[in-house]
Each structure stands twice: as C-alpha cells, then as structure tokens.
C-alpha cells in the first residue's frame, strides 16, 4: 500500500520495509502549453552528499552527463527530454547496500534545461511528483505530489534521502531555487 506524503514529512524506508536493499525513485511532470516557442526539458539529478552537508567531488553529482556513480549506488536511467507520456518521467536507481559510507545523503532534484533563455519555471509545470518502487517487488512503497505553486523557481529539490543511526529514511522536501542547475550545485557545494 502506497503511503501518500506531503510537504515535510519524513519516513523511515528501510526499518519500514524489511530487506529493503534497491530503490526506484520514479519522478514526473507534466508541462502546461507554452507559448514562448520552446519545448520543456526537465532534467533529473541526485547529489551524494557527505556529513559537511556538501558533495566531496563532482563524481557525487549524478545527472544527463554523469548517469553512474563509481560505487554503482546510483545509477539515473537517462534523460527523457519531452516528458510525454503517462508515469515516470526520469528515473534514479539506488542500491542502499552499495552507497559508500562516506555518504550520508541524496538530494533529488530536478531543473529545466536554459529556463532563463527559454523564459520557464516550474509555475508552467504540473503534476510534479516523486515515489519511491522497491525494485525487487516493483511496489509503490510511498508517493509524494508536489502542490505548492513555484511561480519563479527553475530548480527544485523534490526529497532527500539519508542515513539515520543505520536505517534510510525519505523526506519529502519541496524545496524550490532560482537560477537553474547552478543554485543546485552551489547549494550541495559544487563549483560550476
């Protein structure tokens, strides 16, 4: 049975689940008609992050350019540059018995590609949501639909994932930023 979040709220994955070892963090979107004559990209990305709150290198950066991390605990599924069609959008999979210990936890976000140029934000998009599928069972073990109204924001931080005295747990963020994948990367201590 599927547990439907909001905004803030926090799960405990694994001491919920038993055996719990790989995820599917499934996300979508949809976008509204636009008529400044440019397609919507939505891009989906997960950054690793240490007990310092930041990335320790850019191989913690998972995304359309990076899609597996070294350690093979997180691999993104591809890019899917119209978002079309019904269920997930982009996907990240994670195995949580092969995140180094060195991580403590992924942010998932998602941004639109050139928004700035392209005159996008996520005020323009719809239906935005994350759940987590436990990939051995191919069951939906929680859902969270993002219904705040973003008006200026290019980027959003739609959960984190993160160790807790030995057990994973989700959070479901909502977190929005201007300035695109670059206001992300600064947030999780990248340079860009």
């Known amino acids: 049975m599927t547990i439907n979040l909001s905004k803030g709220q926090k799960i405990n994955l ?54 597996e ?14 978002g079309e069609g019904d269920g997930d959008d982009e996907s990240i999979l994670i195995d949580f018995s092969k995140i180094p210990a060195n991580i403590d936890k992924i942010g998932i976000t998602v941004t639109i590609h050139d928004a700035e140029v392209r005159s996008q934000n996520f ?24 219904t705040e109204e973003f008006s200026i924001e290019t980027a959003l931080v739609f959960c984190e994932l993160y160790r807790f005295e030995g057990e994973w747990k989700f959070s479901a963020v909502g977190s929005g930023f201007q300035g695109g994948l670059a206001s992300l990367c600064k947030n999780y201590g990248l340079d860009v």
């Open 123 to 146: 005020g323009q998009v719809t239906n935005a949501f994350v759940r987590i599928v436990n990939e051995e069972t191919s069951s939906e073990i929680l859902r969270y639909d993002l």
């Open 69 to 82: 991390h070294p350690s093979k605990s997180v691999v993104h599924t591809g890019d899917n540059r119209t």
């Open 14 to 67: 694994t001491k919920d689940n038993p055996g719990l070892k790989k995820v599917i963090v499934g996300l979508g979107w949809d976008t509204n008609r636009y008529d400044g004559g440019y397609d919507f990209d939505l891009d989906a990305s997960a950054f690793l992050v240490g007990g310092n709150g930041k990335v320790n290198n850019d191989l913690d950066f998972i995304f359309y350019n990076n899609l």
